[in-house]
């Protein structure tokens, strides 16, 4: 049977298990660089636009985030290694085949992976169903043989999918989505075979809309110390998580790299913070979380009717 359009229960946060993160941590922290390659000259699939001008190529858009791979990356992973963060990457997988000395310092730091697409240019919406299960096995198969890493979870290429992708994912062996900007925790999504949730990543603390909407380096710093606060109280009762999202070409700007040793600073500072990555988080919700969610969430359907 065809699943409902409705993938995820609604559990109000208000009345659900409580969470507790490893050491009684309030707020699961996790970084999520978005590491990503763009082609110089895509194909169009005939619905989305990879380039907000045509014709190709469009030197300037594709140069602007070249930017990021030649020299944001190492400005933006001097800020992170200064207060020892270990992220989980939303990686375009043609990054390792093109810039392997970015592949190798992201191995060498032991941080996390979860897919981007391979490129940032080409996307899922129009893929048919085997087309999308060769995607799975050829992201999977490219991490595996360039970083050792066992791909996990996927944040879509340019977030695009298709309505058989959460299927597709846990038939492949991920276990968590992260194109689901809906909750402060991890919750359970419905497929036909396997466990798959979604780890709250982050369209308000995510330096690109920001930064494009004329926002600047202080605003972001501001908005990410007050959301902490927030969610660090609540996280007193039942854990919460945040994820800060990042672009090299944009946060390595080296007027905008400093505000993020201010983020980091302000949050590190505080006890009670679980800094961990998107795959730990799914994992251990999987293991302690997963099976009382759902069965709360059964509970609530069945009181409704």
């Excluded at 194909?43 to 045509?54: A, L, Q, Y």
């Excluded at 990021?68 to 390792?96: E, P, T």
């Excluded at 972001?220 to 109280?233: G, H, N, P, R, V």
């Excluded at 700007?253 to 800094?275: A, F, K, T």
């Amino acid at each position: 049977m065809p699943l409902p359009p409705n993938r995820v229960d609604y559990s109000p946060i208000i009345d659900r298990p409580v969470i507790k993160w490893p050491n009684d941590a309030r707020v699961a922290l996790w970084i999520a660089p978005n590491v990503e390659h763009y082609e110089y000259e895509p194909e169009f699939d005939g619905n989305r636009d990879p380039w907000p001008r045509t014709p190709y190529p469009d030197v300037q858009q594709f140069s602007y985030r070249d930017y990021g791979n030649r020299v944001g990356f190492w400005r933006m992973a001097d800020v992170l290694d200064k207060h020892n963060i270990r992220c989980c990457v939303s990686l375009n997988m043609a990054v390792l085949e093109h810039f392997p000395e970015i592949g190798e310092a992201m191995v060498q730091r032991n941080w996390d992976f979860m897919s981007h697409g391979i490129y940032n240019t080409r996307y899922l919406n129009n893929y048919t169903e085997e087309q999308e299960r060769e995607f799975y096995r050829d992201t999977i198969d490219t991490l595996k043989r360039h970083t050792g890493k066992q791909l996990k979870g996927m944040l879509g290429p340019a977030i695009s999918g298709t309505e058989r992708t959460p299927d597709l994912m846990a038939e492949a062996g991920l276990i968590y989505h992260t194109d689901w900007m809906h909750d402060d925790q991890p919750v359970p999504i419905r497929v036909n075979s396997g466990k798959l949730v979604s780890v709250p990543y982050s369209i308000e603390l995510n330096d690109a809309p920001l930064f494009r909407h004329h926002y600047e380096g202080d605003y972001f710093a501001e908005i990410c110390k007050a959301q902490f606060d927030q969610l660090y109280q609540e996280g007193a009762h039942s854990g919460r998580v945040m994820c800060i999202a990042l672009h090299p070409y944009l946060i390595g700007q080296p007027h905008r790299s400093r505000y993020l040793d201010e983020v980091l600073s302000y949050i590190m500072s505080h006890e009670g913070v679980w800094q961990t990555t998107a795959d730990d988080i799914a994992e251990y919700y999987i293991a302690n979380y997963y099976d009382e969610a759902v069965a709360h969430a059964e509970r609530l359907n069945n009181a409704a009717g």
